[in-house]
């Protein structure tokens, strides 16, 4: 009885350090950065409760509407994650995907003037799978799936349309 007692007593402390050893871990990966993706999910979570503007994955209407308006754009759907806004646009001339300097121009100005706070990265595409991806997403957001859940799946489908693509926090 009391080898058991013993023993019990053993494990239950080494369980205990692996536990504290792991949390210590987690908190140097995020203090220094070198797992940018538990970075992200710890500070994802306090910048949402502290209300901040980046650490972020959230559809801009506003934005989409104002962009739609610039001449040679039919209609345009804007996420917005981190320091980037990714903005897919249907064009009027739907014999293209190619974007237009000057509709690149007017839309990343667009961007900056829309109230989006700490947009870095401006990211514009008229691929249609890329529109009808960001439709998707916007439709599930507004259904009220969890954002958390759409991370992975958004940074999938931007990386393929935007390879050189920068998550920063």
């Known amino acids: 009885m009391k080898n058991t007692l013993i023993i019990s007593g053993q494990i239950a402390l080494a369980v205990l350090l692996l536990i504290g050893c792991n949390t210590s871990q987690i908190d140097e990966a995020v203090d220094q950065n070198d797992n940018p993706e538990v970075a992200d999910l710890v500070n994802n979570e306090d910048l949402k409760e502290a209300g901040a503007s980046d650490g972020r994955l959230e559809v801009s209407e506003e934005a989409a509407a104002g962009i739609a308006q610039?001449?040679?754009?039919?209609?345009?759907?804007?996420?917005?994650?981190n320091h980037n806004a990714f903005v897919?646009?249907?064009?009027?001339?739907?014999?293209?995907?190619?974007?237009p300097e000057?509709?690149?121009?007017?839309?990343?100005?667009?961007?900056?003037?829309?109230?989006?706070?700490?947009?870095?990265?401006?990211?514009?595409?008229?691929?249609?799978?890329?529109?009808?991806r960001l439709a998707q997403f916007g439709e599930r957001v507004k259904d009220g799936e969890p954002v958390e859940g759409l991370v992975n799946e958004f940074n999938g489908t931007v990386e393929r349309v935007f390879p050189d693509v920068t998550f920063t926090n």
């Open 88 to 99: 897919a646009i249907d064009l009027e001339d739907s014999t293209t995907e190619e974007v």
């Open 70 to 81: 610039i001449e040679g754009v039919e209609d345009a759907r804007v996420f917005v994650s």
């Open 102 to 132: 000057e509709v690149k121009s007017n839309v990343t100005s667009e961007i900056k003037s829309s109230g989006l706070e700490g947009i870095d990265h401006v990211y514009i595409s008229a691929d249609p799978d890329f529109r009808d």
